[in-house]
């Protein structure tokens, strides 16, 4: 009986200690609030985020003083979905990018290219990944990947509050 009760208690705080720990999502949620960084070509770049829709999407408008873009990230099952509103490209192509099935605490998450539409060719320039590091309460790093007639082009932002 002791061993019963003991395995019953270990499962039980295994739960609680699992339910309290923040997941990915969590991890994009904590992000709210006013970003800055530089990127190279483009000048100082500002991220706002915020939660939307009772706390189940978070919005992300990103850009400089002349102009602005937006992605909404939210939860599709066990993986995170972004549909992405870009700016940088010449159509104005709004792509879907997901990463895999995710597992705890995530400090890094990888978005891949799903789908778009307003996409008139799949060599047109488009967004296809999307990579976001957590380093600490102060500090994240977003490396958005821009494909076009199968050249790569990165762009990476330190964020800092």
């Not at 320039?125 to 590091?133: F, G, K, N, S, T």
Request: net charge negative; proline share 4%; with cysteine.
């Amino acid at each position: 009986m002791g061993n019963f009760v003991a395995l019953l208690l270990f499962g039980i705080f295994a739960d609680l200690a699992q339910a309290q720990t923040p997941d990915a999502f969590d991890h994009l949620r904590s992000l709210a609030g006013e970003w800055h960084a530089d990127l190279p070509g483009f000048g100082s770049m500002t991220a706002v985020v915020h939660p939307v829709s009772n706390g189940k999407a978070i919005e992300e408008t990103l850009g400089t003083t002349s102009d602005s873009e937006i992605s909404i990230y939210t939860r599709d099952g066990s993986k995170l979905l972004v549909t992405h509103f870009c700016a940088l490209t010449p159509d104005g192509h709004i792509a879907r990018l997901a990463t895999g099935p995710l597992t705890g605490s995530a400090k890094q998450n990888e978005f891949t290219f799903v789908d778009a539409t307003n996409l008139h060719s799949p060599i047109a320039p488009h967004m296809r990944q999307l990579v976001i590091e957590f380093t600490d309460a102060d500090h994240f790093t977003e490396k958005w990947t821009k494909t076009e007639a199968g050249k790569d082009t990165i762009f990476e932002m330190h964020f800092h509050r």
